[in-house]
């Protein structure tokens, strides 16, 4: 136990599990124990969360600490019992005439333990299946009070508890986390005022305009239905031939087929409000707003080879890496900014803002700050919590409001709506995760699953018998923004809403050479999956409206000459006003740049060079970096030095795209049995091909020879070498290298030749 071990997610706050060694814990020296000073020091747990976070929270801030432990249930030292807490004796066999003989059917243990997992399941979201959540709380930076009297915004430093499920949209439940995709970020907000969601994705615009289309868009994207195929994937027949024919869908395919549909993390992406909404102050006077959340660690991606390669190694790879970072207390954190402005500026804009398809460039309103929000708490149980919280677009509170979006309007139907089948029945808004901590009284009463006990004998109202109670709220109350309407009955849209590509070619110019080039590779694979030429030409004429450039290039990927351009739905579209938005490049926001919860693989095998590697060790760990040692095999090797070092995963458990960055270390003997090993190729070139951060210490440098990786000629994109002796000098710039995310001029195939 004392061995040399890798630096595992730890938060004090948690009991180690029953069959925990304590071998998996930092022994002295190397990290420190749970209960030393020095932990305390470098890690933040949920009970101790003003070490990062400020104030403390104010009691019932976290809803799971104050309503939820109603429901807690802790089975420690306790015994077994049935549904109707009978204690069970045995829980091995069922009961049977004779040991041999029939199980009998009076036998209601059995039977209520198989009926129950009989109907374990229900049914999974009809989009955004697969997600993860956590729990945490949002904080205001000052009064807002001159635009909204929304309660979150009330005062300065206010924290309003928070929950927020992060997910992925085609996929089902069980689908992998790195697919190309939008990413949905919905917060459920805890009020005063009742509960808030805003549920919005990590792109700030959407495939279509009209809610009368998202069925259509969904059965076209989800698994073509003949055969089921293909699961959590854009890149097939049906979503082209679907998106080819909608070219007010052309600006979303750019953000989808960019790095942004395929994120890092949940803790490195941005999160979108997307439609329009109003804020409404307690005059009753409105703006108009959009909301955007930008993450403190930055916007971050994988590159395609990476993502397809992390699908097999770790389908959870999202899932862990937000668990892992808020166990080990790496809360993530999330400014909220809105964008406000007024409906006579918005007549002005060459867009409509009730265009979901069209974002409002930063240049044309700029951001303002209001407050961060913080996840510090993992659920206690996936299914009670991440897998029944329903949000809904619904939810508002007063001071927001809905704008006339017409994809808005059909969600404010759509998700109560959908709440009512997938969690069976209208009290889904009982069930602890989805209660608000604001007082629930109202005359509604009954239906499945009832938890209220409402007492008394008036369920209507007016009423006398119950003095008028609950009685309306009036100005207290949620008003609805009295917006003045004198118009036709009709289907149809506005004349704005038929520009389709202005804001592409916005999107596309506003990219840095590599975030275009992936985007020339993301159309060129998406569309070499397409079986029918003519859907493929359908698309390139479409982008040829986008950008020749663009066009041209996944042409030539395709092996097809470039089509005439897609006529457009409107001759002379207004001239934008913004034609270029660097904050719509990835690169705007590299956040902290800092190695915290970057995870960092250090190839070992017996014999290699001890004193450097603890030096090595320490420095990255000091940085906040999480370390891996990585063997041909699991389980303990030793050092030239003797010294022992247990390695907690193998090249085979984990291959190197689950890694930020490489340590090829020292040692002979080490390096030699690595290099016999195939595995090791693989790792290295991986890394190297994915641009990530590679240290050779001395002997470790054959290893980059073997792969053919000429360090010389790349030490400038993130590929150090050392000798024994000087890691130390090396290690503040190798932690800049892995700081700097990656190195995509290594990228193997950064063009689409
Ligand atoms: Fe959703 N969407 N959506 N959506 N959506 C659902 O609600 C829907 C849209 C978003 O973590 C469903 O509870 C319609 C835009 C997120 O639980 C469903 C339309 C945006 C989540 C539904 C849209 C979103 C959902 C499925 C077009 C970004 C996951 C299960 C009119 C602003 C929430 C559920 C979670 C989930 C309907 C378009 C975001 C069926 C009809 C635009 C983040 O109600």
Redesign the pocket.
């Known amino acids: 136990s004392d061995a040399l071990v890798a630096a595992m997610p730890y938060n004090s706050n948690k009991k180690l599990e029953h069959g925990h060694d304590n071998a998996v814990l930092p022994p002295d020296g190397i990290t420190v124990k749970p209960d030393s000073a020095a932990l305390t020091a470098s890690t933040h747990t949920e009970q101790d969360g003003t070490t990062k976070t400020g104030a403390a929270a104010r009691p019932g801030s976290n809803p799971a600490n104050g309503p939820l432990d109603r429901v807690r249930v802790d089975a420690s030292e306790q015994p077994l019992t049935t549904n109707q807490g009978v204690p069970v004796a045995d829980n091995q066999n069922s009961l049977k005439a004779g040991l041999r003989g029939p199980t009998l059917l009076e036998d209601f243990i059995l039977r209520e333990k198989i009926t129950h997992f009989d109907h374990e399941r229900i049914p999974e979201?009809?989009?955004?299946a697969r997600?993860s959540?956590a729990h945490g709380y949002f904080e205001a930076y000052k009064a807002l009070t001159r635009y909204t009297r929304a309660a979150p915004f009330a005062e300065k430093g206010k924290r309003t508890p928070v929950f927020v499920?992060f997910?992925t949209v085609a996929g089902e439940r069980g689908s992998k986390d790195t697919a190309r995709d939008v990413r949905?970020?919905?917060v459920k907000f805890y009020t005063d005022e009742g509960n808030w969601d805003l549920?919005?994705?990590n792109m700030p615009v959407?495939f279509?305009q009209d809610?009368m289309k998202?069925p259509d868009l969904v059965h076209a994207v989800k698994p073509e239905p003949h055969h089921g195929m293909p699961q959590a994937a854009s890149a097939h027949d049906t979503f082209w031939d679907f998106v080819s024919l909608m070219p007010e869908s052309t600006h979303m395919l750019m953000w989808l087929m960019s790095d942004r549909a395929i994120p890092r993390s949940y803790r490195m992406m941005q999160g979108?409000?997307?439609?329009t909404f109003r804020l409404v102050n307690q005059q009753g006077e409105a703006v108009f707003c959009k909301f955007h959340w930008k993450p403190l660690l930055g916007t971050h991606s994988l590159v395609w080879d990476e993502a397809v390669k992390i699908s097999g190694a770790d389908p959870d790879f999202h899932r862990r890496d937000l668990w892992e970072a808020i166990e080990s207390g790496e809360f993530p954190e999330w400014e909220l900014a809105v964008q406000i402005f007024t409906e006579e500026q918005a007549e002005g804009f060459s867009f409509d803002v009730l265009d979901?398809t069209k974002l409002i460039p930063e240049e044309l309103v700029p951001l303002t700050p209001v407050g961060r929000m913080v996840l510090n708490r993992n659920p206690d149980n996936f299914f009670a919590e991440t897998e029944q919280?329903?949000?809904?677009t619904a939810h508002i509170i007063p001071g927001i409001d809905f704008s006339n979006d017409p994809?808005?309007a059909?969600?404010i139907h759509?998700?109560v709506?959908?709440?009512i089948s997938?969690l069976g029945g209208p009290n889904f808004h009982e069930i602890p995760i989805n209660s608000p901590l604001a007082q629930v009284q109202n005359n509604q009463r009954d239906g499945m699953h009832r938890q209220a006990i409402n007492r008394g004998r008036v369920a209507y109202e007016p009423n006398s018998l119950a003095g008028g109670c609950p009685f309306q709220a009036g100005s207290a109350g949620f008003i609805s923004f009295p917006e003045a309407v004198r118009e036709d009955k009709v289907r149809g849209k506005p004349e704005k809403f038929a520009e389709h590509y202005a804001q592409a070619t916005l999107f596309y110019n506003s990219q840095t050479a590599i975030e275009k080039a992936h985007i020339a590779a993301a159309f060129r694979f998406e569309l070499s999956k397409v079986e029918v030429p003519a859907i493929r030409q359908r698309m390139l004429s479409s982008l040829v409206n986008v950008s020749q450039e663009l066009a041209a290039e996944v042409a030539t990927g395709l092996g097809m000459t470039l089509p005439q351009a897609m006529p457009k739905a409107i001759a002379e579209p207004p001239p934008p006003q913004v034609t270029e938005s660097p904050a719509l490049s990835l690169k705007a926001l590299p956040g902290e740049c800092g190695i915290r919860t970057r995870q960092i693989a250090v190839l070992i095998d017996n014999g290699v060079h001890y004193p450097s590697l603890l030096s090595l060790y320490k420095a990255l760990t000091d940085a906040g970096a999480v370390m891996h040692f990585v063997g041909p095999r699991v389980g303990t090797f030793v050092s030239s030095s003797n010294e022992q070092i247990l390695a907690n995963k193998s090249m085979e458990n984990s291959p190197s795209v689950l890694f930020d960055a490489l340590i090829l270390p020292d040692g002979n003997d080490a390096v030699q049995t690595l290099a016999g090993c195939m595995d090791t190729t693989d790792f290295i070139n991986n890394q190297f091909r994915h641009g990530k951060a590679i240290l050779a210490v001395g002997a470790g440098r054959q290893l980059l020879k073997m792969v053919g990786i000429d360090a010389d000629s790349t030490k400038a994109n993130g590929i150090l070498l050392a000798d024994s002796s000087k890691v130390e000098e090396i290690a503040s710039t190798f932690i800049k290298a892995v700081a700097a995310h990656r190195h995509p001029s290594r990228d193997a195939k950064p063009a689409t030749t």
Request: aromatic share 16%; hydrophobic share 45%; with cysteine.
């Open positions: 979201r009809v989009v955004h997600g959540a499920r997910s949905g970020f919905a549920v919005g994705n959407f279509i809610a998202f979108f409000g997307v439609h979901s919280v329903a949000f809904c994809l808005l059909g969600r759509s998700y709506d959908t709440q997938r």
